[in-house]
């Protein structure tokens, strides 16, 4: 029998992507999956909804709209008492190939050492065009690094099977029942941006590999719900950046991180003609630099 899958799906007023998620989701080709949709507190009637027509989902209620992370770790903890084997994240603006559990499951059933992997994430609109095949992180620059991002379905090798990596997006990853023991969920010190990145670290630093399985494929829309954050993004992007230098990087990570993206931050807010825009990120900035780094930090 196959193992047992759960897969979890955000949605914050974001009902229509949804709801073509789940349909998506319906039409793959793996056995022993169950989908559970957490809603992020939307207090917009997607809840009701979802309860009312989305039959064969679980559906759940945060109650309250504490960020990605949390919203993503009440799913995962359902989950984990329901007996998962596996935990898929799955991005609600995503739509997935029908093969593409198969693939991954059947891959980390194989790899005892990799302990998260994903798919090739590709370009909703552009289905041959790469998002993101995983990624690089510098700790010290505080950035991340698609992998083949941009380039075409035809720059991955038939000859190669798995891409191994830093980290993974929260688009769509996979990942095993004792590394989530072991390493723990989804850090909720962010609210938005950087924690899956946090995660991918611990659990490289628990001894497992990352892996992106290249002949699996799902589609992303782009973040929709961030479109309608506008400028509370590029906050929470300028602030998370600080904080997770500071959480996971060395002394020398953070000299180098100020000297070269503080410095930036700096020069934008002095010289750039969006001075109001530049000022609100230079200030997140500070605050990502002096909030309490182990706090839950929203």
């Known amino acids: 029998m196959d193992k047992s899958v759960f897969i979890i799906v955000l949605n914050y007023k974001n009902l229509d992507d949804t709801i073509a998620c789940l349909a998506s989701i319906r039409k793959i080709t793996y056995n022993n999956y169950h989908i559970v949709v957490v809603d992020n507190d939307s207090r917009d009637g997607s809840y009701e909804y979802l309860k ?5 989902c679980c559906i759940l209620q945060s109650g309250e709209n504490r960020g990605y992370a949390a919203g993503n770790n009440i799913g995962i903890r359902y989950a984990l008492e329901q007996g998962a084997d596996y935990v898929c994240i799955l991005n609600n603006d995503v739509e997935a190939e029908p093969d593409f559990l198969t693939k991954l499951v059947r891959y980390m059933e194989s790899a005892p050492n990799v ?9 909703f609109a552009e289905r041959d065009r790469i998002q993101s095949a995983g990624f690089s992180i510098t700790v010290g620059r505080g950035g991340t690094k698609p992998l083949l991002q941009g380039k075409t379905r035809t720059a991955i ?5 798995v891409e191994f990596c830093d980290g993974l997006g929260g688009a769509c990853l996979l990942v095993k029942r004792d590394v989530l023991e072991k390493a723990g969920p989804i850090p909720e010190n962010y609210f938005l941006f950087f924690e899956e990145m946090e995660w991918c670290l611990t659990i490289r630093k628990n001894g497992y590999k990352l892996a992106t399985v290249l002949t699996a494929a799902v589609y992303h829309k782009g973040s929709a719900t961030l479109k309608k954050t506008g400028t509370l993004s590029r906050y929470y992007m300028a602030r998370n950046q600080a904080l997770f230098v500071r959480r996971n990087g060395t002394a020398l990570d953070l000299c180098t991180f100020l000297l070269t993206n503080g410095l930036g931050y700096v020069f934008r807010c002095i010289f750039s003609s969006r001075r109001e825009l530049r000022k609100m990120e230079l200030k997140a900035f500070l605050e990502g630099m002096r909030i309490d780094k182990n706090s839950s930090a929203i």
């Open 52 to 56: 009312e027509h989305e039959k064969d």
């Open 115 to 123: 302990g998260m992997t994903g798919p090739v994430v590709y370009e």
């Open 157 to 161: 090798s038939a000859d190669k099977k």
